[in-house]
């Protein structure tokens, strides 16, 4: 239910819907991090589960994946709707033009992930039933990710082999997306492994996506041994993936000490950590969790993951502000309640 307008500026005329083929990039990485190692401030070039379709993370213009992400770190749990009016203002934070978030926002309620009201001309955007327990479930694997589990790997693998005819690729591309959302990655043309117990989800998937020619098992002893090119550890690029996790670390570590000497603005904050929700988001599609027992010595996950909750809830106070702040032009009632989530609160 929306919030009643008390509050609202009336001279802003929301109710427009646009379309767009081709925007900038919201997400600029670029970070100068010359000077001193500690205190000197950069420059901040700031612009100011499966089964739901979450806007997927992609190259180019992401206006519904950053919009979704906002919803997911300042108002998840919240039953109050948004103004347009302020979202539209949140997206140009990032750069994202007001008829490209306008687009952003029509099309998010049409694929049911927003739900719209209305109060005289403007409208108003809250996140679906649906689409809010998405969020919980993806923020939690984001909480959990990298965490060595309770109880040592057992050695134990899962495989399944499918074949999903070329007419009915649309299925097959559905299918492999939610197979590596299940911590699976092809060792071979329609044989994926991986480490994680997933036998149950993984079978409810193929049935979901009505998948007939398959095959899940189980194999404790694979054939050929640790290293060898037809292993299951073969089916994950190691030396890229610690690429990746090194390049996180580098980007994003040296925030930990601008934070400590309040060298980050509030604008900076807000965009800067979704942009590090962004790139650690990307890393349980990549890494499965794979057993330590497994990985080369000096594994760099666990120094990504410490860098991640640090910088994530250092820049949270700050971020909330700026959510608060440019909320606040629209409607300052609604922008009291925002509040930024937590590494800890993602488990609970």
Known sequence: MALPMTGLRPDLDDDLDGDVTNDTDPFDPRIDLRGDPLCDPPAFTGHADPAVDLPRRQAGAQPQHLLVSLFA?????????LP???LVALAGEFGVSATSARAALSRLARRGLLTSSKAGRNTFYGLTR??????????ARLASFG?????????????VVFSVPEERRDIRHALRTRLRWLGFAPLYDGVWVSPRPAVAATTAALHELGVEHATVLESLAPHPGPGAPGHPLAAWDLDGLRADYEAFVARFEPLRARVRCGRVSAA???VTRTEL?????SFPALDPGLPASMLPEGWPRDAAREVFADVYDALGP??????????????????????????AAFAT
């Open 73 to 81: 770190d300042y108002w998840l749990g919240r039953d109050e709707h």
């Open 84 to 86: 347009s009016a302020g």
């Open 130 to 139: 649906r689409a809010d327990r998405a969020l919980q479930a993806g923020n």
């Open 147 to 159: 965490r060595e589990p309770a109880e040592p790997w057992d050695g134990t693998w899962v495989v």
């Open 268 to 270: 900076e904050a807000l």
């Open 277 to 281: 929700r962004d790139a650690w988001r």
């Open 318 to 343: 700050l971020a909330e502000l700026r959510f608060r702040q440019v909320l606040a032009d629209v409607s300052p009632p609604l922008a009291e309640l925002a509040r930024h989530t937590t590494s």
